[in-house]
Nanobody
């Protein structure tokens, strides 16, 4: 069992930056991948970025070049650095951690980008 908690959301103007954090606890050595999804009102939850245990990362086309995902294994924390934010990035951002066949979700953190 892995527990993840997000932090770092907030309100920012277009063009600004935010850094989201996802702290993991529990059976962290069993985590195979972590990542971020987001969901805007009326939309499906969509993958933003993920990072494998080996360090390779994947990004949605809509955030490539603007967002960077990283992990600090010593702190059991994953980050999402979001730069050049756009109003369409407004959503609730959810952290997840995959452990074997299970996906553990956080409660979400709101990101609002004003134009």
């Amino acid at each position: 069992q892995v527990h993840v908690v997000e932090s770092g959301g907030g309100l920012v103007q277009a063009g600004g930056s935010l850094r989201l954090s996802c702290a993991a606890s529990g059976s962290i050595f069993s985590i195979s991948a972590m990542g971020w999804y987001r969901q805007a009102p009326g939309n499906k939850r969509e993958l933003v970025a993920n990072i494998m245990s080996g360090g390779s990362a994947n990004y949605a086309d809509s955030v490539k070049g603007r967002f960077t995902i990283s992990r600090d294994n010593a702190k059991n924390t994953m980050y999402l650095q979001m730069n050049s934010l756009k109003p369409e990035d407004t959503a609730v951002y959810y952290c997840y951690a995959n452990v074997y066949s299970a996906t553990n979700w956080g409660q979400g953190t709101q990101v609002t980008v004003s134009s």
